[in-house]
């Protein structure tokens, strides 16, 4: 199975994510750091939309300036830009299979994916 993981290495969560991913032999994994290699605010629409969640509730609140400028009660179009520009902003880890994408806090939700 095909998994690419939305990963920040910074990131307790992220990082246990990743190591269940990596400890399933089943899983052709690919890693992006998305905060070296944003995604494209493209990818991100599509992210979002096949995980089920808006902008808003991908959007990262803590050790960010999000909420002082807004962006939790912001368009769709507002919040996207802003991630891509700052993708400080993404949360993580977004974790896209062929099952489908997820965000996987706590950790534990990736096995649905899998």
Known sequence: MQ????????CGTSR???????????VDLTVIEYLKEPPTREKLAQLFADA????QEGLRLRGTDA???????ADDQTVLDAMVADPILINRPLVETEKGVALCRPQDVVLALL
């Open 67 to 73: 909420q002082e400028r807004g962006l939790p009660d």
């Open 52 to 55: 089920g969640m808006t902008p």
């Open 16 to 26: 246990k994510t990743l190591a269940i991913l990596e400890n399933l032999s089943r």
């Open 3 to 10: 998994a690419t993981i939305w990963h920040n290495p910074k």
